[in-house]
């Protein structure tokens, strides 16, 4: 049994224990222990269909890591808002910042409150942090919400996170909620993100559709696509890359990176002075 099954109140309002929730879903993905049994089958379903899934994703968490690393050690950023957080999972933002910087701020948004009850259990101590439950599609919401604006100040560089995110931004509105976040925050403020690409790889639409036909969305775009909905934000070395060649702790070689870890791309880019 899980141990999100403990507790006098639960489920808290708004959780429905028996579909899949993304959040969940992408815990059990990961190996995590926040999850139940409808999680955890479409977490194989969709590992059957797509070889390499899992530490794809375990992958991805990595990259999530490296990149707050890069952005609190070797920016100087201490702000992050952290848009579709997902549930904890052994090194999150305000953990990995704070290494670097003890007062960095992180605020947490995710839609699915199963975040918040999570959340707030690991936050309980950390003045610096807060997760709250919002829509990133509205992104005035989002930012004008008490808590994310009591924590950070926007007239001082953030960094914007969408990984695992940017792709669940559908079509019709990801250029300008995209827009709304990036002219939202001040000049050497970050995007950070991951996405599902499309680069001509058939499991990458795969991957797509299976997110679309049990959560309703999940677009794989093409790195023009991708880097479109930066505008004038400037990448990063090493520029729009599978995220095991963001910034490795080991050298990998370009040449040399299987299918399943050709699923998304990462990016961190700065807006300009
Ligand atoms: N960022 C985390 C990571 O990289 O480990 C979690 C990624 S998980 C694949 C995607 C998360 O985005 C889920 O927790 C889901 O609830 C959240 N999400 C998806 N669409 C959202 C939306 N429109 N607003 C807020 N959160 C959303």
């Known amino acids: ?160 996170m969408l990984v695992g995110m940017m792709h669940y931004l559908s079509p019709d509105i990801a250029e300008e909620v995209m827009a709304e976040y990036r002219e939202a925050v001040a000049p050497g403020s970050y995007l950070f993100f991951t996405s599902m690409v499309d680069t001509g790889i058939p499991d990458q639409q795969e991957l797509a559709r299976i997110n679309r036909e049990n959560m309703g969305v999940g677009w794989a775009r093409t790195p023009e696509e991708i880097t479109h909905l930066l505008g004038d934000f400037e990448l990063v070395d090493p520029g729009l890359v599978f995220p095991v060649l963001w910034r490795p702790d080991q050298p990998v070689d370009p040449d040399r990176v299987p299918t399943d870890r050709r699923l998304t791309v990462a990016g961190v880019a700065r807006k300009p002075d």
């Open 1 to 160: 049994m899980s141990d999100i099954d403990d507790g006098a109140h639960w489920p808290p309002p708004g959780v429905d224990f028996s579909k899949p929730s993304m959040p969940r879903a992408y815990d059990a993905l990961l190996g995590g222990k926040d999850n139940v049994a409808v999680d955890r089958e479409l977490a194989e379903h969709a590992a059957a269909q797509i070889p390499g899934l899992k530490e794809a994703a375990q992958e991805q968490r990595r990259t999530l890591i490296r990149g707050v690393r890069f952005l609190a050690r070797d920016a100087g950023v201490d702000q992050f808002l952290d848009l579709g957080s997902g549930l904890p999972a052994a090194q999150n933002t305000h953990q990995v910042a704070q290494e670097y910087n003890a007062d960095a701020r992180v605020a947490y948004v995710d839609s699915d409150p199963v975040v918040l009850t999570h959340g707030r259990a690991l936050l309980a101590e950390n003045g610096n942090t807060t997760v709250v439950t919002a829509d990133v599609r509205y992104p005035k919401q989002v930012l004008a919400d008490p808590e994310v604006d009591a924590l950070l100040d926007f007239r001082r560089p953030i960094a914007v």
